[in-house]
Structures are given as C-alpha cells and as structure tokens.
C-alpha cells in the first residue's frame, strides 16, 4: 500500500486549518442534444426504457460547453462532463454526476463536482455541490438550475446554473 508523502500530508493539514471563503458563479451550459456537434450520448438503456414514460433506465455521457453568458459564442468558461441517468419511474427526474471543468477565467484550472436529483418538471433544481479541485479543494455548496431556452426543432437546450460554493483557500505555497 502507497502512502502519501510527508509534503502532500502537511498540504492537506494546512487546507484543513485555512481560510474558508464563498463565492457565487452564474454559468450557461450549452446542451446539443442533436444534430451534427451533438455533446449528449445515450450509451445505456433497460429493458423498460422504450415504454417508459420517463425513459426509465436511460444512461447517457455529457460533455457541454460552459460559457460566460446565454449566447453560445460568449466567453468559453469550461466543460461540463458527467453522467445523466433517467432514474424515476413516475416523473421525468434524472440522477447526475457532472463536473465542472473550468478552462478559463478566473477559476481555470479547477474543477466542482455536483451530485443530486434533477426533475426536469420543476422550474428551478437544486443540485449538491460536494467537492473541487484546484482553487475548489474542500468545495461544499449547492447549484440551482433551471432551463434558460430549448429549441426544439434543433434538439439544443441552454442550462443556466447559479454556483454557492464555499471553499477552503489555499496559501500561494499549496497552489
């Protein structure tokens, strides 16, 4: 069995004994769910799925542009990488697994990682925020999500999602 070396163990002491801080990130996440750069894939289904009202048992890989605004060509913030799976035999309610992986602005580099239940009938979601990396080591907080637009002729959606996160900062020496 490996052990931690003595630096990275005196790295998370000083992460347990740091500053903790809060911030708020609006994001958009542009979810093509169709067509010719389609970023959401089906790669599992149960016995049940294609009668399913809720498509029941569906599993599906997500890897969607994060950007600054609602306009797909705005700031590109990161990627939003994760499995969606259909987990609810009475509504239309996904289980997610996604991270947020921030390749621009002020967060690059780190990541959030968020869990939870999504019924897609509600108009506003809360999702767990419960770990990062990079700047977010230590992350706990919550998303709200809601869908900003969808069109359905081209099977493309925007996702816009509100981020309270509070976190451990880490000194200059631990980045």
């Given at each position: 069995m490996a052990y931690a070396s003595a630096?990275?163990?005196a790295r998370f002491q000083n992460l347990c004994r740091g500053t903790e801080k809060t911030t708020t990130i609006q994001i958009f996440v542009q979810d093509e769910l169709g067509g010719e750069n389609q970023t959401v894939w089906e790669v599992a289904r149960s016995s049940i799925t294609a009668d399913s009202p809720t498509s029941f048992g569906q599993v599906r890989v997500v890897d969607?542009?994060?950007t600054a605004e609602p306009n797909k060509t705005?700031?590109?913030i990161?990627?939003?990488q994760g499995l969606i799976t259909s987990a609810d035999l009475e509504e239309s309610a996904l289980a997610m697994n996604l991270n947020f992986i921030f390749t621009g602005?002020?967060?690059n580099g780190s990541t959030l990682c968020m869990l939870g239940r999504n019924p897609l009938g509600n108009n506003y979601r809360e999702l767990a925020i419960v770990g990062g990396t990079g700047l977010f080591r230590m992350a706990r907080g919550y998303a709200?999500?809601?869908t900003?637009?969808?069109?359905v002729e081209t099977n493309y959606g925007v996702l816009e999602y509100n981020i309270y996160v509070a976190y451990v900062e880490a000194?200059?020496?631990?980045q």
């Open positions: 630096q990275e163990q969607d542009l994060i705005s700031e590109k990161g990627r939003i602005g002020k967060y709200i999500t809601n900003y637009s969808y069109d000194s200059i020496a631990d």
